[in-house]
């Protein structure tokens, strides 16, 4: 951990209650999950996500992961530990992982159930994170590769101050299999994958934070 931050033990409680209340918990038709966060998990700590049980690596204090139950749950902290991102993943029980951020559950581009299917979150600075959103029914993906998620995904950007969420998904002739976001100022650039933005190729998308 990088701070000696005091660790109260009601919120380490509470933490762990979620986990095990998730446990117990039927997932919804869409997938989701009604078990919603406690308060307390909105500005919990990396060391009281620690005392609960989440593993952290001495070099990446921003990220620790644990495997309660039938799950995999992980914390992704913003660089200044300003906000955190918790997402569920069922592990073949569910395509995908759900995501909440400072205790708010995100939603992103659903499927005629409902469904949302994300995996990669990644902090692009201390405010926005992205995360890919998979896309199944697009006619570009490959039906024959086994992956419940698809072959093309979309992005998702989510502004952790405004609880804002912008949605950039591939038109029927793009097939994106890994976008990569860039922040450039008051923009964000969209790119196909990281590849084509480090040999610096023009973004495929262009985004504006308002």
């Not at 610096?200 to 934070?209: A, W």
Request: include cysteine; charge should be negative.
């Amino acid at each position: 951990m990088t701070t000696d931050s005091p660790v109260d033990d009601r919120t380490v409680d509470a933490i762990r209650s979620w986990l095990g209340a998730c446990h117990g918990a039927a997932l919804r038709d869409d997938g989701s999950l009604v078990v919603p966060q406690p308060d307390v998990m909105a500005g919990a700590t990396p060391q009281e996500f620690a005392r609960a049980d989440f593993r952290f690596r001495p070099e990446d204090p921003h990220y620790g992961s644990t495997y309660p139950h039938n799950f995999v749950a992980r914390v992704h902290f913003a660089p200044d530990f300003s906000h955190r991102a918790v997402t569920l993943d069922f592990m073949g029980a569910w395509a995908g992982e759900q995501l909440w951020v400072d205790g708010r559950r995100v939603d992103g581009p659903a499927d005629d159930r409902g469904a949302t299917y994300f995996e990669r979150v990644r902090w692009i600075d201390s405010r926005y994170l992205t995360v890919l959103v998979g896309q199944p029914a697009h006619p570009l993906s490959d039906r024959l590769v086994n992956d419940p998620l698809g072959t093309v995904r979309g992005i998702v950007i989510y502004d952790a101050e405004e609880a804002k969420v912008v949605s950039v998904l591939p038109e029927s002739a793009e097939a994106w299999s890994e976008p990569y976001a860039v922040r450039r100022g008051d923009v964000v650039e969209i790119h196909r994958d990281r590849a084509s933005c480090e040999r610096g190729e023009q973004p495929v998308r262009t985004i504006e934070l308002r």
